[in-house]
């Protein structure tokens, strides 16, 4: 799922999804594809 | 933003009276000014060229053409006006009558004080387009009149100008506008001033994903360009299609041909934050350059964001879609959504897990609040399930 379509199912911004999601990548969580 | 405004200001003045078309030295004296504000490296296809079912066509020059009545008057004066000679037009030196002449001359059905835009890039023949008033009042059904189109058409090429900004993925976008139109200020030098702000800005930002910005001739252009790189457009992750961004009208988009595209949605929600009432245009198969995008080899989802977008304003395809019609304030609420819409664009990046076996421990990285409990979500939760 890209993060466009996590906010929308979020209800939340895209920006706050991607704040977020570059947060989790730093801490090692996520990792982008 | 009084110095972009003044910049775009400029820019219109400069570019406006240049003789874009097809192909030739409009284009690319049009792509040399525009480099200026953002490097646009040029490509030239080879007239002849074989481009998926259409074939690049010479090269189309003007030195003058003009309609001069028995007393030696000009009547009709490319370049005065270079709307009044008809795209493409090939070459003509003679003295004819009336009769003979009026077949050559269009007029534009409703405006009477306005010039319209003809081209016939692949049927050969001349034609002047002038004004119904100039028509009425300097034309005679008995006059004798001198015609001369001094024009070539020779082996050269195609031009298309192309800025690449690379990003840190190897996924790309596409940001198209047109370049093959004279004298027109909405349709399209609007798009073409737009594109090249953009460009300018965009590289200056840290970018996910790379970006084609592209300076073509309408259709052919588009397929030439695609033709020529084409397993980089099948790659692409989508398309902007700049056009009609400079007028007074309304904010409008046209949808891609899929509905439910992320692009879609995006355009509204940037227009929305804007607070930029906007009508929305069904994906049809008129229009610009996503016809060539979105078509069965390549697929790829195309939006445009438009102010008085084509077919939609009486001053479309005449010498009335001038400078007065756009205003650099009009193109910069347009360059406005369009920044906003790539910033978008450019955050839609696809993550996994790296331990997707249950929920990653957040706290253990400093990303969950450090007091437990608590009367409801705090927010994190959100993406533990990514």
Redesign the interface.
Known sequence: ??????A?K?D?P??E??R??L???G??????? | MKKLSEEIAHYLQRLFPLNRSLTGEGNRETLRIISEIAPVRLFEYPSGSRIYDWMIPDEWHVREAWIKDSSGRILVDFLRNNLHLMGYSVPVRRTMSFAELRPHLHVHPFLKDAIPYHTSYFKKQWGFCLSTEQLESLFSPEGIYEVCVDSELKPGSLTVGEILLPGTSQKEYLVSTYICHPSLANDNLSGILLTALLAREWATRKRNFGYRFIFVPETLGALAYCANNEAAVKDLMGALVVTGVGGPGSFSYKQSFQKEHFLNGMVEDTLNELHRAFLTYPFDIHGSDERQYSSPGFRINTVTISRDRYYEYPEYHSSLDNLEFVRPEYLLSCYEAYLRLLEKMDQNLVFIRTEPHGEPRLGARGLYPETGGGSGPNGMERVSWT
């Open positions: 799922m890209n993060l466009y379509e996590m929308r979020l939340v895209l920006e999804v991607y977020i999601a947060k989790m990548e801490a090692g969580v996520l990792r982008r594809i």
